[in-house]
């Protein structure tokens, strides 16, 4: 703790921006609870961290929501954020240093700042383009990405909804200047696209050759005026982009963006990779601003062999599942369940199956049967290891291999289910432990060596233990309180928010004499499973 440096760098990550068309679903809190896992780890290495996330509210389709519903499109944002979209984030514990809405005048005069720049640069020229159009993506599609009904109506391929075809005179980004810079680019930072299938599609598409970009709007008025021509709105995906920037000071609080920008981590859903990997950097190339260190897609949610979507509503909200599982399950389960970057699927049955046999009974019940023997053999007073052995050393040698491979796993390579698995083959390895050493059976021996080993197997769990609340934190913050409650850690270490996974690697922390009590049950039996 305290290591973080004045003026250091901030690992900075970002969520994608989303449109409050509608409310949050379960794609969307999937990859918000990533961002919130990742920014947690990296608080926990003593890291100066910031986190992002918001709202994007302008264009045709936030427009088009708020007539049908009879508001103004200010009106109808204002009342989701307030109402939907921040309060879910709080429900589900994301601890985001900030929350940037695309109307706020904090991003808005940037916005116009930064187009106008990149007029004057002469990267923008007006020209007319016509194409096919899907308002749920807000982006031109290229003939040759669409998909066909029975009737050979074309479709978007995401939303398999008809497109529109959009004849505009507009302004251009020339984007197709940055193909060779950005090949270039990808080349020399393998790391840049995540996973590597993503890195691919990235690469194939600009190496087909990249189209100038419409950056404006005039059939609607729904965005940023143009500064210098206000018939035009600037494009949706341009404005939204750019809240990475405006949201850390960009032209208005230099040493913040400085301290801050570019993020480390875009957390994105494959389905907007494109504009984060090609046309994003194009145009900080463009203004001659640093680019991020890494896009990272995420594989989709998905229902009924489809992209879960707002349209395609499941029925199913975080809510729903939070109310039944708890907070904490909720932002394990997914990230447990499914490999970062690939498709998964979510049903009752499987995250039932998974609470019950790795939360409840490995993590949960672990921790109750330690605090439970410490009571009862030794008055709650933790004891001495003073008799420590080969098992108590292949212990302590998993705890290191554990934190070291979840270390590599969440903190670097976003690997969120290896990271956890790592963790929780140390819980098992843990209960393999006490199944051998049969504390219950040693009790029995009253002699000085055996209370001496019985001592040795309650301190070498629980402080196992003590690890493993601090490990697990960034996941499940609140189940972590508890235990650390339990295992009285807080008077003698401080607070579990100030741990790090220095010290959670560092064995022997727990004081011999720490108050541990039998706390409150982390993972409560559940009730008869909703059905969907
Ligand atoms: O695209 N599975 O906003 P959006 C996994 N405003 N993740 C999912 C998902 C699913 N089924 N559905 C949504 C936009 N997501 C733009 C972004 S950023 C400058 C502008 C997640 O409301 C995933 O992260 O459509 C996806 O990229 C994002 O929500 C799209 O949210």
């Given at each position: 703790?305290?290591?973080?440096?004045?003026?250091?760098?901030?690992?900075?990550?970002?969520?994608?921006?989303?449109?409050?068309?509608?409310?949050?679903?379960?794609?969307?809190?999937?990859?918000?609870?990533?961002?919130?896992?990742?920014?947690?780890?990296?608080?926990?290495?003593?890291?100066?961290?910031?986190?992002?996330?918001?709202?994007?509210?302008?264009?045709?389709?936030?427009?088009?929501?708020?007539?049908?519903?009879?508001?103004?499109?200010?009106?109808?944002?204002?009342?989701?954020?307030?109402?939907?979209?921040?309060?879910?984030?709080?429900?589900?514990?994301?601890?985001?240093?900030?929350?940037?809405?695309?109307?706020?005048?904090?991003?808005?005069?940037?916005?116009?700042?930064?187009?106008?720049?990149?007029?004057?640069?002469?990267?923008?020229?007006?020209?007319?383009?016509?194409?096919?159009?899907?308002?749920?993506?807000?982006?031109?599609?290229?003939?040759?990405?669409?998909?066909?009904?029975?009737?050979?109506?074309?479709?978007?391929?995401?939303?398999?909804?008809?497109?529109?075809?959009?004849?505009?005179?507009?302004?251009?980004?020339?984007?197709?200047?940055?193909?060779?810079?950005?090949?270039?680019?990808?080349?020399?930072?393998?790391?840049?696209?995540?996973?590597?299938?993503?890195?691919?599609?990235?690469?194939?598409?600009?190496?087909?050759?990249?189209?100038?970009?419409?950056?404006?709007?005039?059939?609607?008025?729904?965005?940023?005026?143009?500064?210098?021509?206000?018939?035009?709105?600037?494009?949706?995906?341009?404005?939204?982009?750019?809240?990475?920037?405006?949201?850390?000071?960009?032209?208005?609080?230099?040493?913040?963006?400085?301290?801050?920008?570019?993020?480390?981590?875009?957390?994105?859903?494959?389905?907007?990779?494109?504009?984060?990997?090609?046309?994003?950097?194009?145009?900080?190339?463009?203004?001659?601003?640093?680019?991020?260190?890494?896009?990272?897609?995420?594989?989709?949610?998905?229902?009924?062999?489809?992209?879960?979507?707002?349209?395609?509503?499941?029925?199913?909200?975080?809510?729903?599942?939070?109310?039944?599982?708890?907070?904490?399950?909720?932002?394990?389960?997914?990230?447990?369940?499914?490999?970062?970057?690939?498709?998964?699927?979510?049903?009752?049955?499987?995250?039932?199956?998974?609470?019950?046999?790795?939360?409840?009974?490995?993590?949960?019940?672990?921790?109750?049967?330690?605090?439970?023997?410490?009571?009862?053999?030794?008055?709650?007073?933790?004891?001495?290891?003073?008799?420590?052995?080969?098992?108590?050393?292949?212990?302590?040698?998993?705890?290191?291999?554990?934190?070291?491979?979840?270390?590599?796993?969440?903190?670097?390579?976003?690997?969120?289910?290896?990271?956890?698995?790592?963790?929780?083959?140390?819980?098992?390895?843990?209960?393999?432990?006490?199944?051998?050493?049969?504390?219950?059976?040693?009790?029995?021996?009253?002699?000085?060596?055996?209370?001496?080993?019985?001592?040795?197997?309650?301190?070498?769990?629980?402080?196992?233990?003590?690890?493993?609340?601090?490990?697990?934190?960034?996941?499940?913050?609140?189940?972590?309180?508890?235990?650390?409650?339990?295992?009285?850690?807080?008077?003698?270490?401080?607070?579990?928010?100030?741990q790090t996974v220095d010290s959670a690697a560092t064995w022997g922390l727990l004081p011999t004499g720490a108050t541990v009590t039998k706390?409150?049950?982390?993972?409560?039996?559940?009730?008869?499973?909703?059905?969907?």
């Amino acid at each position: 703790t305290g290591s973080e440096k004045q003026g250091a760098k901030a690992f900075y990550v970002t969520t994608p921006i989303y449109y409050v068309n509608d409310a949050p679903h379960l794609g969307h809190a999937y990859t918000t609870v990533a961002g919130d896992v990742l920014t947690r780890w990296h608080r926990q290495r003593g890291e100066k961290v910031w986190y992002l996330t918001g709202t994007d509210e302008h264009g045709q389709k936030i427009m088009r929501t708020a007539d049908a519903n009879g508001v103004t499109p200010q009106e109808w944002c204002d009342k989701l954020v307030e109402e939907a979209w921040k309060p879910l984030w709080e429900h589900l514990d994301i601890a985001n240093d900030d929350f940037i809405r695309t109307t706020e005048k904090r991003h808005t005069d940037r916005v116009q700042e930064f187009v106008q720049d990149l007029y004057d640069k002469g990267e923008i020229y007006k020209g007319g383009y016509e194409g096919p159009y899907c308002v749920g993506c807000e982006e031109y599609k290229l003939p040759g990405d669409l998909i066909e009904d029975e009737q050979g109506t074309k479709l978007c391929p995401v939303h398999k909804k008809p497109v529109e075809i959009l004849k505009e005179e507009n302004y251009f980004f020339k984007l197709s200047e940055y193909g060779p810079k950005l090949l270039e680019f990808y080349e020399a930072n393998p790391d840049f696209i995540q996973p590597e299938s993503a890195r691919n599609e990235v690469l194939n598409f600009v190496k087909q050759g990249l189209q100038d970009l419409s950056i404006s709007r005039s059939t609607f008025d729904w965005g940023i005026p143009i500064p210098w021509d206000d018939k035009h709105v600037i494009y949706v995906w341009v404005d939204a982009l750019l809240n990475y920037a405006t949201a850390v000071g960009y032209g208005s609080n230099q040493e913040k963006f400085d301290e801050t920008f570019p993020a480390n981590v875009h957390l994105v859903g494959k389905d907007i990779l494109r504009f984060h990997a090609v046309i994003w950097p194009a145009m900080l190339m463009a203004q001659g601003l640093p680019v991020p260190g890494k896009v990272a897609a995420n594989g989709w949610l998905m229902v009924g062999g489809e992209k879960m979507s707002k349209s395609n509503l499941t029925g199913i909200k975080p809510q729903d599942l939070t109310s039944h599982f708890g907070v904490d399950a909720y932002r394990w389960y997914f990230l447990r369940a499914i490999a970062f970057g690939s498709d998964g699927s979510f049903s009752w049955e499987d995250f039932t199956a998974r609470y019950t046999s790795e939360l409840a009974n490995d993590y949960g019940n672990l921790a109750s049967r330690v605090a439970a023997m410490v009571g009862k053999y030794f008055g709650g007073a933790l004891p001495e290891a003073t008799a420590a052995g080969d098992a108590e050393q292949a212990v302590r040698d998993g705890l290191a291999k554990a934190v070291a491979e979840a270390d590599r796993k969440i903190g670097e390579e976003l690997d969120f289910q290896g990271g956890i698995l790592a963790i929780f083959d140390f819980v098992k390895q843990v209960n393999g432990y006490i199944t051998e050493q049969e504390p219950w059976k040693v009790a029995k021996d009253d002699s000085d060596e055996g209370r001496a080993r019985l001592a040795t197997i309650l301190y070498t769990a629980a402080e196992s233990l003590r690890a493993v609340a601090v490990l697990l934190n960034p996941i499940m913050p609140d189940t972590s309180q508890k235990l650390w409650d339990s295992l009285g850690a807080e008077s003698v270490l401080g607070a579990l928010a100030e741990q790090t996974v220095d010290s959670a690697a560092t064995w022997g922390l727990l004081p011999t004499g720490a108050t541990v009590t039998k706390g409150a049950v982390l993972f409560p039996r559940l009730e008869e499973p909703k059905k969907d």
